[in-house]
């Protein structure tokens, strides 16, 4: 892959667009075929459903899941099928460890699809899926962009770490056009000052209905009104949803999912968070501990998966007409930035470690301008190079990376792990501004 990721960058912008649009015809049928639009039905009927409803076809759901995974899935044999809560609580180092018994016996593992992910915490981990849990996938995310006014195949663009733009490329175009979707794919790793002009012109060129990224990268951004902001794949912090909603002047609805497709809670017009019954059964715990239970992966089900947020409920009914149970919010998954002496911000490095091998747990270090270091637990296998070269791909060739190998890493004072910690001064870490 990394491979085919130099090929890439050294192609001329014409031929990276060509690449884009070809992935994306492939891609296209993946998403959209087979049983999408039925999927996409069937998510917009039960948004019309009543709470009794949903919560007893979810009750439903989940005794089916069980029925089924005690016997087609290793590591759930010898399990009551009938009481959840009877079930152990599983971690992301649990199902890493031996992911295969997670497997149900009913797919060939080669004919499933494949999402890696480390999260927060850097312990890598692959969940398969079958592509009808992909096009399920998709009419969920379409759902929620139907919320914010804009329906499926809507005009759109994405500032959520598509690596399409060469990292060391000084001036625009710091995107791609794919026509198959309709979307403009911007890089979340040019967001230098002097650049952001350039994203501005972008939007105002291509005009989207839409604009879909990380809080991280859409905070810098503006200039434009589209008629909704989409938020997803870290916490959306107030101070980010309050420049999101001012320097583009619409609202923003918030996406909260996991890779491990277990839980979705989405934002809604009336700015309540709704937990989807249909995608997960959620269980919250004293502390707020979020256990999810995934209802549309029968690949690999995982069943009361601790995803490492944290969650508080809230009661009562939503203005919007939709019956789905309410959260008051979501913590956990604070991202933070790492400064680039380019005076680039970048986030969301945890996708360094995404095909990293032997890694129980990472860390970055911010501790000069020029110089990071990467914190490792490691095991067995573990390879230094592909997390280098992921490194390289972000932040360019500017900043002094080095490992450092520690048996555990430190947590908070309030217990959180901190993917991110930046030793910069406050100058140094003084975001640009429009
Ligand atoms: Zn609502």
């Keep these: 892959m990394k491979q085919t990721k130099d090929i890439y960058d050294a192609l001329p912008v014409w031929t990276q667009t060509l690449a884009v649009n070809v992935a994306s015809a492939r891609g296209y049928r993946q998403k959209y075929g087979g049983a999408f639009r039925r999927f996409l039905a069937q998510l917009e009927a039960n948004e019309k459903k009543s709470r009794d409803q949903l919560l007893a076809e979810q009750q439903e759901a989940v005794r089916r899941l069980l029925r089924y995974t005690t016997v087609h899935v290793p590591a759930c044999r010898g399990r009551s099928p009938e009481n ?84 060391d490329q000084q001036r625009p175009p710091f995107w791609r056009w794919d026509r198959f979707e309709q979307r403009l794919l911007c890089s979340s790793y040019h967001l230098a000052a002097d650049n952001l002009p350039a994203y501005q012109a972008a939007f105002q060129r291509y005009r989207p209905d839409f604009i879909h990224g990380y809080p991280s990268s859409l905070f810098l951004l503006g200039g434009y009104q589209p008629k909704a902001v989409f938020t997803a794949s870290e916490t959306l912090l107030d101070f980010q949803r309050a ?13 909260y999912g996991n890779s491990e497709l277990t839980c979705n809670i989405v934002e809604c017009a009336a700015g309540n968070l709704h937990y989807r019954t249909d995608y997960g059964m959620l269980e919250l715990l004293a502390d707020g ?17 601790r995803v490492g947020d944290r969650a508080v409920a809230k009661a009562g009914d939503c203005p919007c007409g939709c019956a789905f149970p309410l959260i008051e919010r979501i913590e956990g998954r604070i991202e933070d930035y790492v400064r680039t002496p380019d005076g680039r ?39 230094e ?11 360019g060739n500017s900043i002094a990376i080095r490992f450092e190998y520690v048996d555990a890493i430190k947590r908070t004072a309030a217990g959180k792990f901190r993917f991110i910690v930046s030793q910069l001064t406050r100058e140094q870490l003084e975001l640009p501004r429009l």
Excluded at 347 to 358: E, I
Aim: proline share 7%.
């Design 243 to 255: 420049a999101i909603e001012r320097n583009f002047g619409v609202k923003v609805f918030n996406w």
């Design 84 to 167: 959840l809560a009877e079930w152990p609580v599983l971690d992301k180092v649990a199902v890493a460890a031996e992911p295969g018994k997670f497997l149900s016996d009913e797919f060939d593992p080669r004919r499933l699809m494949e999402l890696r992910t480390s999260g927060t915490t850097g312990t890598p981990l692959a969940v398969r899926f079958p592509v009808e849990t992909h096009q399920m996938e998709m009419a969920f995310r379409w759902r929620h962009k139907a919320w914010g006014g804009t329906p499926f195949l809507s005009r759109s663009a994405y500032v959520a770490g598509h690596p399409v733009v060469p990292p």
């Design 289 to 305: 501990t979020m256990i999810c239970t995934g209802l549309n992966n029968p690949a690999m089900p995982l069943i009361r998966y």
């Design 385 to 395: 190079a592909p997390v280098l070269a992921e490194a390289r791909q972000r932040l």
């Design 345 to 383: 911000f970048v986030g969301r490095l945890d996708h360094l470690f995404k095909d990293a091998r032997g890694v129980r747990e990472a860390q970055l270090v911010q501790t000069r301008l020029d110089e990071i270091v990467i914190r490792v637990v490691k095991e067995n296998g573990f390879d």
